[in-house]
């Protein structure tokens, strides 16, 4: 039982270039997350799905897409990357509503976009 | 979007001090969860709160909701350098489907 697997962990892109980073868990959880971290900032939601098929903004979109074609995998794309998404990359899951569960993260995506 | 402000920003301690860090909000929380995280880690769950003035306790940590559910604090007594990590609550939209985390307190606890 991995729980929360993210990959690649580490990755250097130059700026335009186009990556995707993937999200696995193995708990059968409904709901997936992928947030990111920026020194002061705290974690900012980027995108969201509450199931399989489904995907929703968060508070930091732009620049990203996603797609959760299968239960278990939630895939984060950068179709061209910009120096200002250099951060730490968080996925992150829970079985269903916010206040029935806890979040179980990956243990993160570092990427810098030169 | 996020609606939870966390003070402080960092906080040093010297080892066996307490420490508390809060969040607050402008408007009622349906809850409030908090995180730990450590240096070069991923944030772990420590606790959820749901209930006016619930008042938890971790071994040494005492988690808070306020009364009004407006705010909450934990608070570590007597550190110890295994503490040494971001702390960050986090709440829920009122459809439950979103996570807004807090800025996050840095402790740092000299031995």
């Known amino acids: 039982n991995a729980g929360v697997t993210q990959t690649p962990k580490f990755r250097v892109l130059k700026t335009g270039q186009s990556m995707t980073l993937l999200c696995a868990q193995d708990?059968?959880?409904?709901?997936m997350y992928w947030y990111r971290q920026d020194p002061g900032m705290g974690l900012r939601l980027i995108h969201y799905s509450v199931g399989e098929g489904t995907t929703a903004k968060g508070e930091v979109p732009d620049g990203y897409n996603v797609s959760r074609l299968k239960k278990q995998n939630f895939l984060l794309g950068l179709e061209s990357a910009a120096p200002s998404q250099t951060s730490v990359y968080f996925c992150?899951?829970?079985?269903?509503?916010?206040?029935?569960?806890?979040?179980?993260f990956g243990e993160g995506s570092r990427l810098t976009v030169l | 979007g996020q609606q939870v402000m966390q003070i402080p920003q960092y906080q040093h301690v010297q080892e066996g001090e307490d420490f508390t860090t809060y969040c607050n909000s402008s408007?009622?929380?349906?809850?409030i969860q908090w995180y730990k995280q450590r240096p070069g880690g991923h944030p772990v769950f420590l606790i959820q709160l749901v209930k006016s003035g619930e008042v938890k306790k971790q071994k040494r940590l005492t988690f808070q909701f306020g009364e009004a559910k407006k705010n909450s604090s934990l608070h570590i007594t007597a550190t110890q350098t295994t503490d040494v990590g971001t702390y960050f609550c986090a709440e829920t939209s009122n459809t439950g489907n979103q996570f807004y985390f807090g800025t996050g307190t840095s402790l740092t606890v000299i031995p």
């Open positions: 408007t009622t929380l349906s809850n």
């Open positions: 992150a899951s829970t079985l269903g509503r916010g206040w029935n569960g806890e979040l179980f």
């Open positions: 708990m059968n959880h409904e709901y």
